[in-house]
């Protein structure tokens, strides 16, 4: 795909992101925004996973433990082709399969998730049974960085280097915000990239709304032979939209009327700058 | 009745039979090979299994990750910390996104004797009844724990299965039958009905003969199946006996009593009814087996309530 058209990709991703949250009248705003383009390279630039080989034992995995930024992980397979769009009209509705988290009723979504700390240690266990079965795929799994709180992160993370594992990638979203506060402010998680080093991992820092270096960085592991690989993806919460940028009351806000319109034009903006591009 | 093994050693030369043939069959352990009876296996076959330290939510998680790939997961681990350090694991990523991890509760219930309260499960039947899309299995002795092993292992369905680690009677007639969700009728009998589970169903057993003794004719019925439950024996059983005794390794909250008591009230059945099995509070400092006498989960402690429950009843 060219830098535009997946540039365009990012900024649509946003729109239906912020239209499927307004319209179910719930949603982790905040977080969707910052893990978007993240999820949009790694389903457009980088997985081998479609819906023709789901079901394949080869294909790539993608895990999200973080997972209620759901509403950017159901844009972007809906976008893929696991399911209709219209099918998102539901999304938190009575009898919907379209749950607030990621759930396996959902056709393109590996493991349910939404309590935090799960994601690594099964991702761990899917890339050990790759390495068992000699096999190519590669598993990524998105963390936020409030989420590193949980101790049985660190588990997995000791043990992932133990059994080598560098087929798994664990992508941090960095957005520096939780729930409370500054992630700083309620249990510093940093410095990370020497917490992970100390551990036996390969890490990386990337800017995690640029998309040409996230592509770059997915596709380039191993970084070290024999090292799982840490990407800490520096976001911003609310990324895309100006009112929302590192505002801690978007972590799960839902635009008003005249929010989500004022949303809607700066978007619209920026897929007219691109389209002048 | 012969004495046989530890039903832990049965789980673990069965497990052992099974990876010899089946290479999908993976033993994952939190260092808890030897307390599993698993060093053997991990020599013959080490490359089918995984050892992730002391850290028992990394444990099912793996497991997770490792069965969603096909293989055939042994999660083994103490009950005690299985159920409860992991039980969100257990909840969210075995059960909810239905992957089939079989979940081995060793030394479970009050193996673990002396050691205390953090090394008991007396609550694992209660907490993991609360979870959808689980079976749970207690074996009584080795016939049903190497049933049970051997079924999880074709199911791919989530299991958990408990056991402990003292030798146990063979209680089981040779044309046995072993089925998920059917309990095994080990006595025939009609005043007073013994529905027990796991290590107790031997106590029972014994209980049921001392009263045979001085004419009570008792049933006694293996349980194994806390879910899938044997609804349909338990009914005709309670219309069949006089009184029903439930005998279970396990707290009296949110076991096999409190089950078998709900359903007999849903369906409108009112019979001698007594739960046995331990108490709500601390527990006494003990053996397996003095616990058990403790708590009147012995031959003796049993029979004695058998007669109070038809004396109070007017039944004797």
Redesign the interface.
């Known amino acids: 795909m060219n830098s535009l058209a997946i540039q365009k990709k990012s900024v649509e991703y946003r729109k239906k992101i912020l239209t499927y949250i307004k319209k179910a009248n719930a949603g982790h705003t905040g977080g969707s925004l910052s893990c978007i383009d993240i999820l949009n390279v790694l389903y457009n630039e980088v997985m081998n996973v479609s819906p023709d080989n789901f079901h394949h034992?080869d294909r790539d995995r993608y895990i999200q433990s973080k997972g209620h930024s759901v509403e950017a992980l159901f844009v972007v397979l809906a976008d893929q082709g696991f399911f209709p769009e219209s099918d998102l009209e539901t999304l938190c509705q009575y009898q919907s399969h379209y749950v607030g988290h990621p759930t396996?009723k959902v056709n393109g979504v590996?493991?349910?998730?939404?309590?935090l700390?799960?994601g690594?240690?099964?991702?761990?266990?899917?890339?050990?049974?790759?390495k068992?079965?000699k096999k190519d795929y590669k598993v990524f799994t998105l963390l936020g960085d409030g989420e590193l709180a949980e101790?049985?992160n660190w588990?997995?993370a000791?043990?992932a280097a133990?059994y080598k594992l560098d087929n798994l990638i664990a992508i941090v979203d960095r957005n520096t915000l939780q729930i409370t506060d500054r992630t700083r402010h309620v249990c510093n998680t940093e410095p990370l990239a020497e917490k992970f080093k100390a551990f036996g991992w390969a890490v990386k820092e990337v800017d995690g709304h640029h998309l040409e270096e996230l592509k770059e960085t997915f596709l380039s592991t191993p970084y070290e032979k024999g090292k799982p690989n840490l990407v800490i993806a520096n976001t911003t919460k609310g990324k895309g939209i100006s009112f929302m940028e590192d505002v801690l009351k978007w972590h799960h806000g839902v635009p008003s009327d005249e929010e989500f319109e004022k949303c809607m034009e700066e978007l619209e903006k920026l897929t007219k700058t691109l389209e002048i591009v | 009745m012969n004495l046989g093994i530890p039903n832990l050693v049965a789980f673990a030369e069965t497990l052992e039979a099974l990876a010899e043939k089946d290479h999908k069959i993976i033993a994952v352990t939190s260092d808890s090979r030897g307390s599993g009876k698993l060093v053997p296996f991990g020599k013959k076959y080490p490359?089918q299994i995984?050892e992730?330290?002391i850290?028992e939510?990394?444990l099912?998680?793996?497991?997770?990750?490792?069965?969603?790939?096909?293989?055939k997961v042994f999660a083994v681990s103490p009950s005690c910390f299985l159920t409860a350090r992991s039980l969100?694991?257990i909840k969210?990523?075995v059960c909810?996104?239905?992957?089939p991890v079989n979940l081995i509760g060793i030394s479970a219930g009050v193996s673990y004797g002396a050691l205390g309260t953090t090394h008991h499960s007396i609550h694992d039947l209660a907490v993991l009844r609360a979870i959808n899309n689980l079976n749970i299995i207690v074996p009584a002795d080795n016939f049903e724990t190497r049933e049970a092993i051997k079924l999880a292992a074709e199911l791919e369905e989530p299991v958990f299965i408990r056991f402990g680690k003292r030798a146990m009677y063979d209680l089981h007639a040779e044309d046995a039958t072993f089925e998920l969700g059917k309990g095994i009728q080990l006595k025939e009998g009609k005043d007073i009905a013994f529905i027990a589970t796991g290590e107790t169903v031997y106590p029972a057993y014994q209980a049921a003969q001392l009263l045979e003794k001085q004419g009570i004719s008792c049933r006694v019925i293996s349980m194994h199946s806390i879910k899938p439950f044997d609804e349909a024996l338990l009914l005709e059983t309670a219309k069949s006996c006089s009184a029903i005794i439930t005998v279970e390794e396990h707290f009296v909250n949110g076991g096999l009593g409190e089950l078998c008591a709900g359903i007999l009230m849903q369906k409108g059945i009112s019979v001698p009814f007594k739960i046995v099995g331990i108490p709500d509070e601390y527990t006494v400092t003990g053996s397996q087996l003095e616990i058990f006498q403790h708590y009147g989960i012995s031959a003796e402690g049993l029979f004695e309530v058998g007669n109070e429950l038809l004396e109070n009843n007017n039944l004797a």
Request: glycine fraction near 16%; charged fraction near 10%; proline fraction near 2%.
């Open positions: 034992p396996r590996e493991q349910n998730t939404g309590a700390g799960h690594l240690s099964i991702s761990a266990g899917v890339a050990l049974a790759g068992m079965d101790g049985s588990e997995a000791m043990i133990q | 490359n995984v992730v330290g850290a939510q990394n099912v998680g793996m497991a997770t990750g490792l069965a969603s790939t096909g293989k969100e694991q969210n990523d909810y996104s239905n992957n």
